[in-house]
Protein backbone atom coordinates (compact mmCIF):
# COMPACT_ATOMS: atom_id res chain seq x y z
CA UNK A 1 0.00 0.00 0.00
CA UNK A 2 1.35 3.06 -1.34
CA UNK A 3 2.70 5.50 1.86
CA UNK A 4 2.71 9.62 1.98
CA UNK A 5 5.85 10.90 4.68
CA UNK A 6 4.96 12.58 7.53
CA UNK A 7 7.12 14.53 9.73
CA UNK A 8 7.68 13.55 12.91
CA UNK A 9 6.46 16.25 14.53
CA UNK A 10 2.77 15.50 13.11
CA UNK A 11 2.49 11.68 14.32
CA UNK A 12 0.87 11.51 17.42
CA UNK A 13 1.29 8.24 19.37
CA UNK A 14 -2.61 8.31 19.77
CA UNK A 15 -2.62 7.72 16.15
CA UNK A 16 -4.46 4.64 14.92
CA UNK A 17 -5.00 3.23 11.68
CA UNK A 18 -7.25 0.67 9.62
CA UNK A 19 -6.75 -0.18 6.09
CA UNK A 20 -9.77 -1.75 4.53
CA UNK A 21 -10.22 -3.10 0.94
CA UNK A 22 -13.87 -3.28 -0.58
CA UNK A 23 -14.21 -6.09 -3.13
CA UNK A 24 -17.44 -7.20 -5.11
CA UNK A 25 -18.24 -7.80 -8.44
CA UNK A 26 -18.95 -4.79 -10.98
CA UNK A 27 -21.73 -2.54 -10.10
CA UNK A 28 -21.96 -3.59 -7.08
CA UNK A 29 -21.69 0.07 -5.24
CA UNK A 30 -18.31 0.08 -4.09
CA UNK A 31 -17.53 3.82 -5.31
CA UNK A 32 -20.64 4.99 -4.06
CA UNK A 33 -20.00 3.33 -0.80
CA UNK A 34 -17.14 5.21 -0.18
CA UNK A 35 -18.34 8.21 -1.30
CA UNK A 36 -20.82 8.12 0.95
CA UNK A 37 -18.39 7.05 3.81
CA UNK A 38 -15.91 10.31 2.98
CA UNK A 39 -18.80 12.42 2.30
CA UNK A 40 -17.68 13.91 -1.12
CA UNK A 41 -17.29 12.13 -4.32
CA UNK A 42 -13.75 10.92 -4.98
CA UNK A 43 -14.55 7.78 -6.26
CA UNK A 44 -16.36 8.09 -9.95
CA UNK A 45 -19.63 6.13 -10.37
CA UNK A 46 -21.59 4.85 -12.89
CA UNK A 47 -24.44 2.75 -13.81
CA UNK A 48 -22.30 0.59 -15.78
CA UNK A 49 -19.83 -1.57 -15.23
CA UNK A 50 -15.85 -0.88 -15.07
CA UNK A 51 -16.10 2.13 -14.08
CA UNK A 52 -13.01 1.75 -11.58
CA UNK A 53 -9.68 0.17 -13.60
CA UNK A 54 -7.20 0.30 -10.59
CA UNK A 55 -7.18 0.34 -6.87
CA UNK A 56 -7.94 3.90 -6.01
CA UNK A 57 -6.62 4.63 -2.02
CA UNK A 58 -8.92 6.90 0.30
CA UNK A 59 -9.07 8.12 3.45
CA UNK A 60 -11.34 9.77 6.73
CA UNK A 61 -10.22 10.91 10.03
CA UNK A 62 -12.72 10.10 12.92
CA UNK A 63 -11.19 9.50 16.43
CA UNK A 64 -8.14 10.34 15.76
CA UNK A 65 -8.29 7.25 13.50
CA UNK A 66 -7.39 7.17 9.90
CA UNK A 67 -9.61 4.87 7.55
CA UNK A 68 -7.94 4.01 4.32
CA UNK A 69 -10.29 2.60 1.98
CA UNK A 70 -9.31 0.82 -1.51
CA UNK A 71 -11.65 1.00 -4.32
CA UNK A 72 -10.38 -2.07 -6.39
CA UNK A 73 -11.57 -2.97 -9.75
CA UNK A 74 -15.30 -5.32 -9.89
CA UNK A 75 -13.97 -8.72 -10.55
CA UNK A 76 -13.36 -9.94 -13.64
CA UNK A 77 -13.50 -13.34 -15.70
CA UNK A 78 -11.41 -14.67 -18.40
CA UNK A 79 -13.93 -13.65 -21.19
CA UNK A 80 -14.52 -9.88 -19.94
CA UNK A 81 -10.11 -9.91 -19.28
CA UNK A 82 -10.34 -10.60 -23.13
CA UNK A 83 -13.25 -8.99 -24.10
CA UNK A 84 -12.63 -4.89 -22.64
CA UNK A 85 -8.75 -5.16 -22.96
CA UNK A 86 -7.86 -4.82 -19.13
CA UNK A 87 -4.54 -4.16 -18.11
CA UNK A 88 -2.36 -6.37 -14.85
CA UNK A 89 -2.98 -3.72 -12.32
CA UNK A 90 -7.25 -4.24 -13.45
CA UNK A 91 -7.43 -8.17 -13.04
CA UNK A 92 -5.07 -8.34 -9.60
CA UNK A 93 -5.96 -4.85 -8.45
CA UNK A 94 -8.61 -6.92 -5.34
CA UNK A 95 -6.15 -9.52 -4.89
CA UNK A 96 -3.30 -6.84 -3.96
CA UNK A 97 -5.64 -4.69 -2.06
CA UNK A 98 -6.86 -7.48 0.23
CA UNK A 99 -3.18 -8.64 0.58
CA UNK A 100 -2.49 -4.93 2.25
CA UNK A 101 -5.54 -4.61 4.51
CA UNK A 102 -6.68 -5.41 7.90
CA UNK A 103 -10.24 -6.15 6.58
CA UNK A 104 -11.83 -7.36 3.46
CA UNK A 105 -15.61 -5.77 3.21
CA UNK A 106 -17.24 -7.42 0.64
CA UNK A 107 -20.12 -5.43 -0.87
CA UNK A 108 -23.07 -7.50 -2.18
CA UNK A 109 -26.00 -5.93 -4.42
CA UNK A 110 -29.37 -7.76 -2.64
CA UNK A 111 -31.66 -5.24 -5.22
CA UNK A 112 -30.75 -8.64 -8.23
CA UNK A 113 -33.79 -10.74 -7.49
CA UNK A 114 -31.63 -13.80 -9.37
CA UNK A 115 -28.18 -13.09 -7.49
CA UNK A 116 -29.45 -11.87 -4.24
CA UNK A 117 -29.00 -15.45 -2.69
CA UNK A 118 -25.76 -15.98 -4.07
CA UNK A 119 -22.44 -14.88 -3.40
CA UNK A 120 -20.61 -14.91 -6.89
CA UNK A 121 -17.75 -17.56 -7.74
CA UNK A 122 -15.15 -14.73 -8.46
CA UNK A 123 -15.71 -13.76 -4.65
CA UNK A 124 -15.34 -16.70 -2.77
CA UNK A 125 -12.73 -17.77 -4.94
CA UNK A 126 -10.69 -14.53 -3.84
CA UNK A 127 -11.60 -14.97 -0.26
CA UNK A 128 -10.65 -18.42 -0.64
CA UNK A 129 -6.94 -17.29 -1.41
CA UNK A 130 -6.77 -15.34 2.10
CA UNK A 131 -9.13 -17.55 4.53
CA UNK A 132 -7.60 -16.02 7.23
CA UNK A 133 -7.91 -12.62 6.49
CA UNK A 134 -10.56 -10.44 8.57
CA UNK A 135 -13.69 -10.25 6.56
CA UNK A 136 -17.52 -8.71 6.80
CA UNK A 137 -20.41 -8.66 4.26
CA UNK A 138 -21.99 -5.67 3.21
CA UNK A 139 -25.73 -5.92 1.89
CA UNK A 140 -25.98 -2.89 -0.80
CA UNK A 141 -28.93 -1.43 -1.68
CA UNK A 142 -31.11 -2.77 0.46
CA UNK A 143 -33.92 0.13 0.02
CA UNK A 144 -34.47 -1.27 -3.05
CA UNK A 145 -35.88 -4.50 -1.21
CA UNK A 146 -40.03 -4.11 -0.54
CA UNK A 147 -39.73 -7.13 1.56
CA UNK A 148 -37.10 -6.95 4.76
CA UNK A 149 -37.44 -10.32 5.55
CA UNK A 150 -36.00 -11.90 2.81
CA UNK A 151 -32.73 -10.22 3.46
CA UNK A 152 -32.80 -12.43 6.81
CA UNK A 153 -32.67 -15.32 4.49
CA UNK A 154 -29.87 -13.50 1.92
CA UNK A 155 -27.46 -13.09 5.46
CA UNK A 156 -28.11 -17.00 6.49
CA UNK A 157 -27.44 -18.10 2.88
CA UNK A 158 -24.74 -16.05 2.11
CA UNK A 159 -22.82 -16.79 5.41
CA UNK A 160 -23.36 -20.36 5.47
CA UNK A 161 -25.62 -20.06 8.55
CA UNK A 162 -22.18 -19.02 10.91
CA UNK A 163 -21.26 -15.44 11.59
CA UNK A 164 -18.16 -14.70 13.81
CA UNK A 165 -17.38 -18.73 14.01
CA UNK A 166 -20.89 -19.00 15.20
CA UNK A 167 -24.12 -19.98 14.71
CA UNK A 168 -26.79 -17.49 13.48
CA UNK A 169 -29.88 -17.51 15.89
CA UNK A 170 -32.72 -17.39 13.29
CA UNK A 171 -35.93 -19.80 12.66
CA UNK A 172 -35.70 -22.60 10.57
CA UNK A 173 -38.18 -21.09 8.38
CA UNK A 174 -35.66 -18.33 7.10
CA UNK A 175 -33.37 -20.61 5.12
CA UNK A 176 -35.91 -23.57 4.51
CA UNK A 177 -34.96 -22.87 0.79
CA UNK A 178 -31.76 -24.14 0.96
CA UNK A 179 -30.16 -27.59 2.30
CA UNK A 180 -28.70 -26.55 5.33
CA UNK A 181 -25.27 -29.43 4.14
CA UNK A 182 -25.05 -28.01 1.37
CA UNK A 183 -24.50 -24.23 3.21
CA UNK A 184 -21.72 -26.23 5.03
CA UNK A 185 -17.93 -25.07 3.76
CA UNK A 186 -15.13 -26.66 5.30
CA UNK A 187 -11.18 -25.84 4.63
CA UNK A 188 -11.16 -28.85 2.22
CA UNK A 189 -13.78 -27.17 0.46
CA UNK A 190 -12.37 -23.38 0.07
CA UNK A 191 -9.54 -25.51 -1.14
CA UNK A 192 -11.18 -27.41 -4.00
CA UNK A 193 -12.79 -24.03 -5.11
CA UNK A 194 -9.71 -22.35 -4.60
CA UNK A 195 -8.17 -24.83 -7.05
CA UNK A 196 -10.52 -24.56 -9.45
CA UNK A 197 -9.99 -21.31 -10.47
CA UNK A 198 -6.57 -21.20 -10.45
CA UNK A 199 -6.34 -21.65 -14.18
CA UNK A 200 -7.81 -18.40 -14.85
CA UNK A 201 -4.76 -16.22 -13.64
CA UNK A 202 -1.36 -16.02 -14.39
CA UNK A 203 0.89 -18.24 -11.89
CA UNK A 204 3.77 -15.40 -11.57
CA UNK A 205 0.39 -13.09 -10.16
CA UNK A 206 -1.18 -15.45 -7.55
CA UNK A 207 0.17 -14.79 -3.95
CA UNK A 208 -1.18 -17.13 -2.36
CA UNK A 209 0.19 -17.71 1.45
CA UNK A 210 2.33 -20.88 2.17
CA UNK A 211 -0.55 -23.13 3.70
CA UNK A 212 -2.75 -22.27 0.52
CA UNK A 213 -0.01 -23.20 -1.97
CA UNK A 214 1.21 -26.24 -0.58
CA UNK A 215 -2.61 -27.26 -0.44
CA UNK A 216 -2.68 -26.21 -4.38
CA UNK A 217 -0.47 -29.56 -5.01
CA UNK A 218 -3.07 -32.04 -3.90
CA UNK A 219 -5.19 -33.58 -6.32
CA UNK A 220 -8.98 -33.16 -6.92
CA UNK A 221 -11.39 -34.93 -8.91
CA UNK A 222 -13.64 -33.43 -10.97
CA UNK A 223 -16.92 -33.91 -8.86
CA UNK A 224 -14.90 -32.40 -6.12
CA UNK A 225 -14.04 -29.04 -8.06
CA UNK A 226 -17.82 -28.92 -8.87
CA UNK A 227 -19.17 -29.31 -5.33
CA UNK A 228 -16.40 -26.21 -4.66
CA UNK A 229 -18.21 -24.35 -6.77
CA UNK A 230 -21.48 -24.96 -6.22
CA UNK A 231 -21.10 -24.13 -2.60
CA UNK A 232 -23.22 -20.72 -1.93
CA UNK A 233 -22.30 -18.66 0.48
CA UNK A 234 -18.76 -18.18 3.02
CA UNK A 235 -18.43 -18.61 6.63
CA UNK A 236 -15.65 -17.04 7.52
CA UNK A 237 -17.45 -13.38 7.78
CA UNK A 238 -16.78 -11.56 11.10
CA UNK A 239 -19.84 -9.19 10.99
CA UNK A 240 -22.86 -8.16 8.32
CA UNK A 241 -23.77 -4.54 7.32
CA UNK A 242 -27.27 -3.73 5.47
CA UNK A 243 -26.97 -1.16 3.90
CA UNK A 244 -28.22 1.58 1.16
CA UNK A 245 -24.67 3.29 0.03
CA UNK A 246 -26.92 5.79 -2.24
CA UNK A 247 -28.98 6.78 0.55
CA UNK A 248 -26.69 6.59 3.27
CA UNK A 249 -28.80 4.21 5.03
CA UNK A 250 -26.60 2.19 7.97
CA UNK A 251 -23.29 3.70 6.57
CA UNK A 252 -23.06 5.51 10.01
CA UNK A 253 -23.10 2.43 11.52
CA UNK A 254 -19.99 0.99 9.50
CA UNK A 255 -18.25 4.02 9.46
CA UNK A 256 -18.39 3.52 13.30
CA UNK A 257 -17.49 0.04 12.90
CA UNK A 258 -14.60 0.85 10.92
CA UNK A 259 -12.71 3.55 13.34
CA UNK A 260 -13.77 0.81 16.82
CA UNK A 261 -11.64 -1.62 14.83
CA UNK A 262 -8.29 0.54 14.30
CA UNK A 263 -5.09 0.09 15.92
CA UNK A 264 -2.41 2.25 17.29
CA UNK A 265 0.12 3.22 14.66
CA UNK A 266 0.74 5.67 12.52
CA UNK A 267 -1.01 6.94 9.74
CA UNK A 268 -0.15 6.52 6.30
CA UNK A 269 -1.39 10.00 4.94
CA UNK A 270 -1.17 13.37 5.82
CA UNK A 271 -4.10 15.04 7.98
CA UNK A 272 -6.40 16.72 4.63
CA UNK A 273 -5.23 13.50 2.71
CA UNK A 274 -8.57 12.83 0.82
CA UNK A 275 -6.98 10.18 -2.18
CA UNK A 276 -4.28 9.52 -3.57
CA UNK A 277 -5.90 9.92 -7.30
CA UNK A 278 -4.23 13.31 -8.87
CA UNK A 279 -6.82 15.60 -9.64
CA UNK A 280 -5.87 15.33 -13.58
CA UNK A 281 -5.98 11.89 -13.69
CA UNK A 282 -9.31 11.79 -11.75
CA UNK A 283 -10.69 14.17 -14.36
CA UNK A 284 -10.48 11.61 -16.73
CA UNK A 285 -11.87 8.87 -14.10
CA UNK A 286 -14.92 11.30 -14.06
CA UNK A 287 -15.17 11.35 -17.98
CA UNK A 288 -14.76 7.89 -18.56
CA UNK A 289 -17.56 7.41 -15.65
CA UNK A 290 -20.05 9.60 -17.47
CA UNK A 291 -19.45 8.70 -20.84
CA UNK A 292 -20.68 4.56 -19.51
CA UNK A 293 -24.02 6.87 -18.77
CA UNK A 294 -24.33 8.57 -21.93
CA UNK A 295 -23.08 6.21 -24.42
CA UNK A 296 -24.74 2.57 -25.61
CA UNK A 297 -23.26 -0.89 -25.94
CA UNK A 298 -19.00 -1.23 -25.41
CA UNK A 299 -18.49 2.35 -27.21
CA UNK A 300 -17.37 4.22 -23.88
CA UNK A 301 -14.69 1.40 -23.72
CA UNK A 302 -13.33 2.54 -26.79
CA UNK A 303 -12.97 6.36 -26.36
CA UNK A 304 -9.47 7.77 -24.70
CA UNK A 305 -9.88 10.78 -23.19
CA UNK A 306 -6.37 12.80 -22.49
CA UNK A 307 -5.87 16.11 -20.36
CA UNK A 308 -4.82 18.98 -23.18
CA UNK A 309 -4.79 21.76 -20.90
CA UNK A 310 -5.34 22.52 -17.23
CA UNK A 311 -4.25 25.84 -15.67
CA UNK A 312 -6.16 28.35 -13.08
CA UNK A 313 -6.59 31.95 -14.45
CA UNK A 314 -6.69 34.73 -12.07
CA UNK A 315 -9.90 34.80 -10.39
CA UNK A 316 -9.35 31.18 -9.56
CA UNK A 317 -11.23 29.77 -11.82
CA UNK A 318 -9.80 26.15 -13.36
CA UNK A 319 -9.58 25.95 -17.21
CA UNK A 320 -9.67 22.74 -18.10
CA UNK A 321 -9.54 20.81 -21.71
CA UNK A 322 -9.79 17.19 -22.35
CA UNK A 323 -9.36 15.61 -25.69
CA UNK A 324 -11.44 12.66 -26.37
CA UNK A 325 -9.66 10.12 -29.45
CA UNK A 326 -12.49 8.56 -30.87
CA UNK A 327 -11.87 5.76 -33.73
CA UNK A 328 -13.67 7.17 -36.10
CA UNK A 329 -15.71 9.98 -37.19
CA UNK A 330 -19.54 7.68 -36.31
CA UNK A 331 -18.19 7.89 -32.84
CA UNK A 332 -17.07 11.46 -32.58
CA UNK A 333 -21.09 12.47 -34.14
CA UNK A 334 -22.22 10.03 -31.40
CA UNK A 335 -20.48 11.90 -28.58
CA UNK A 336 -21.80 15.19 -29.78
CA UNK A 337 -25.26 14.09 -29.77
CA UNK A 338 -27.71 15.80 -31.99
CA UNK A 339 -27.65 19.52 -31.99
CA UNK A 340 -24.46 18.89 -29.01
CA UNK A 341 -26.64 17.54 -27.02
CA UNK A 342 -25.09 14.79 -25.37
CA UNK A 343 -21.14 16.41 -25.31
CA UNK A 344 -22.83 19.50 -23.49
CA UNK A 345 -24.61 17.35 -20.98
CA UNK A 346 -21.00 15.05 -20.36
CA UNK A 347 -19.09 18.51 -19.88
CA UNK A 348 -21.87 20.11 -17.68
CA UNK A 349 -21.60 17.04 -15.30
CA UNK A 350 -18.34 16.69 -15.50
CA UNK A 351 -18.00 20.53 -14.68
CA UNK A 352 -20.21 19.74 -11.31
CA UNK A 353 -18.10 16.87 -10.43
CA UNK A 354 -15.06 18.80 -10.35
CA UNK A 355 -15.74 21.88 -9.09
CA UNK A 356 -17.28 19.83 -5.83
CA UNK A 357 -14.39 17.53 -5.24
CA UNK A 358 -11.78 19.72 -6.36
CA UNK A 359 -13.30 23.04 -4.53
CA UNK A 360 -13.07 25.79 -7.71
CA UNK A 361 -14.70 26.38 -10.26
CA UNK A 362 -14.07 24.73 -13.31
CA UNK A 363 -14.16 25.74 -16.88
CA UNK A 364 -14.43 22.56 -19.21
CA UNK A 365 -14.40 21.66 -22.60
CA UNK A 366 -14.20 18.33 -23.90
CA UNK A 367 -12.84 18.10 -27.74
CA UNK A 368 -14.03 14.93 -29.26
CA UNK A 369 -11.53 13.82 -32.19
CA UNK A 370 -9.77 11.10 -34.26
CA UNK A 371 -6.57 10.54 -35.94
CA UNK A 372 -7.25 11.16 -39.31
CA UNK A 373 -9.03 14.51 -38.44
CA UNK A 374 -5.88 15.53 -36.41
CA UNK A 375 -3.90 14.66 -39.24
CA UNK A 376 -5.65 16.45 -42.00
CA UNK A 377 -5.54 19.54 -39.05
CA UNK A 378 -2.11 19.96 -38.88
CA UNK A 379 -1.64 19.40 -42.87
CA UNK A 380 -0.83 22.56 -44.25
CA UNK A 381 -3.08 24.40 -46.69
CA UNK A 382 -2.51 24.61 -50.51
Known sequence: MPTQNLTSTSISLAQRLFKVAIVGVPNAGKSTLINSLLSTVVCPVSKRVHTTRTNQFSAYLQDNAQIVLVDTPGIVNVKEIKKFAFSKDFVFGPDRSIAAADLVAVIHDVSNNISRNKLDPR????????????????????????????????????????????????????????????????????LKRAKARVDELPQDQMEFDDKIKKMMTVSFSQEEIQEGL???????????????????????????YFVLNSKPASWLYAEDF??????????????????????????PYKLDPKVEYWDRNDTGELKIIVQLLCPNERYVGRVVGTGGSIIRNLTLATQTILSDLLRVPVDLLIKPYTKQSSKDKDKPSS
Open 123 to 190: IKALLGRFPDKNSILILNKVDAVKNKNTLLDTVRILTCGIVDGKPIQMKRSHFSRVKEEKMRMTMENL
Open 230 to 256: NLIGWPKFHDVFMISALTNEGVDALRE
Open 274 to 299: LTDVKPQELTIRVVRALLLDHLPQEM
